[in-house]
């Protein structure tokens, strides 16, 4: 049934160099980037500062394409360098001095934002932070669901954890916030481009993430949608000149502009953008929910060839559950799974490792099923010594 999604194998180069199955920490590049990229340096070496008539339109145009792909209505995403930066400008635009100062999130988000919630103390601010679960595959909804309370400003977590690839039950969590007053902060990086996302239909605040991921746009291409009625409220402290009203008029009076292009900060990174639309695109034509059921055809064949080599596996078993990669432990002995990670990788099998968990491996859909499961087999060998 998804076979033509194999047709699309070319439009990504490394494929035909490598096995690759790395998508949840850097996709393929789409063979049109450079073309895109090219493009934006002929607009600068011909047409100098007048580039910026097609340059800031364009910005805005995959800003549109990019939060299509998760359910956004148009004006509602804006693109900046990454979500640190956004977070950062979030957090910054929140009044944390009242009674309402805590932030509810947990130990399993990306350490980024745990890092700026470390922080919260010098805003006034407090974060609670819910451990892991038992088995460290997520982290207990109804004991984060306990915890929000009046006091709570903003409930912050991940659609789909990284470590694990456990995708979060979000529903009971945006209920209670909102039922107190609280927004809703989702990290969507590991979740957009392989899951169908619908952030109108999920309710949620705020639904933030990146491109270098399943999206295949690349770094510097960190993206946020805000619902209309809360980026409205909203005031960033580094507005930027992009982030007025008027950008090209250099007023020096602050004036944000409408929604969320107040978060737009400072000059925008438009060679990432241009170098990010074709990959974007390819999504769109798709269809997330095609991309899905390509995936999950994969990975939940590679979950149970796992286990049955006996393979250590900290991802959630069930497909419903999980998203996009299986994080498995292959380490046997006094070979750890950090080393067969580097012996894959040098052998010409792209995935990644992370501490504590094991190797995450994550066909896409330009992947094939003999790539999903040839993995497996490549396991084997390194740990055998051949």
């Not at 360098?81 to 009044?95: K, P």
């Not at 659609?159 to 909102?178: C, K, N, Q, Y």
């Not at 899951?195 to 399943?214: C, E, I, Q, T």
Request: with cysteine.
């Amino acid at each position: 049934m998804h076979d033509d999604l194999l047709d699309r194998r070319a439009d990504y180069p490394v494929l035909s160099r490598r096995t690759y199955l790395a998508s949840h920490t850097l996709g393929a590049m789409h063979r049109e980037t450079p073309r895109r990229l090219a493009e934006f340096t002929e607009l600068w070496a011909e047409q100098g500062v007048v580039a910026w008539e097609s340059w800031a339109p364009e910005v805005e145009r995959v800003a549109d394409l990019v939060g299509s792909l998760v359910g956004a209505p148009p004006g509602t995403t804006v693109l900046r360098q990454n979500v640190a930066d956004l977070l950062g400008d979030l957090v910054a635009s929140l009044d944390w001095q009242g009674r309402r100062n805590r932030v509810v999130t947990s130990a399993l988000e990306w350490p980024g934002s745990l890092h700026t919630w470390s922080q919260i103390g010098r805003l006034s601010g407090e974060a609670v932070v819910l451990p892991a679960d038992a088995d460290g595959l997520g982290f207990d909804v109804a004991r984060m669901v306990d915890a929000i309370d009046e006091r709570t400003l903003v409930v912050h977590c991940s659609h789909v954890l990284f470590r694990t690839s456990t995708i979060v039950d979000l529903g009971p969590l945006i209920e209670r916030a909102h039922a107190v007053g609280a927004l809703v902060v989702v990290d969507g990086y590991q979740a957009a481009g392989t899951l169908p996302v619908d952030v109108v239909a999920l309710g949620v605040d705020v639904y933030l993430g990146g491109s270098v991921k399943y999206l295949s746009g690349g770094p510097g291409n960190g993206w946020m949608y805000a619902s209309p009625d809360v980026s409205a409220r909203l005031e960033p402290v580094t507005a930027g000149w992009f982030g007025q009203v008027a950008p090209f008029a250099f007023d020096p009076e602050i004036a944000y502009a409408d929604g969320i292009r107040r978060f737009a900060g400072g000059t925008p990174g438009v060679p990432s953008a241009y170098a990010a639309e074709p990959a974007y695109q390819a999504l769109a034509d798709i269809g997330l929910q095609r991309v899905r059921e390509r995936s999950t055809s994969m990975t939940q064949p590679l979950l149970e060839a796992a286990l049955e080599r006996g393979f250590t596996v900290r991802s959630p078993y069930d497909p419903d559950r999980r998203g996009g990669h299986v994080t498995i432990d292959p380490g046997r002995g006094e070979v750890s799974s950090a080393q067969v990670h580097d012996a894959l990788v040098e052998r010409g099998t792209v995935v990644d490792h992370r501490p504590g968990v094991g190797i995450r491996v994550s066909p896409h859909f330009y992947n094939t099923f003999d790539e999903a499961l040839g993995v497996l087999d490549a396991m084997d060998e390194v740990l055998s010594g051949r």
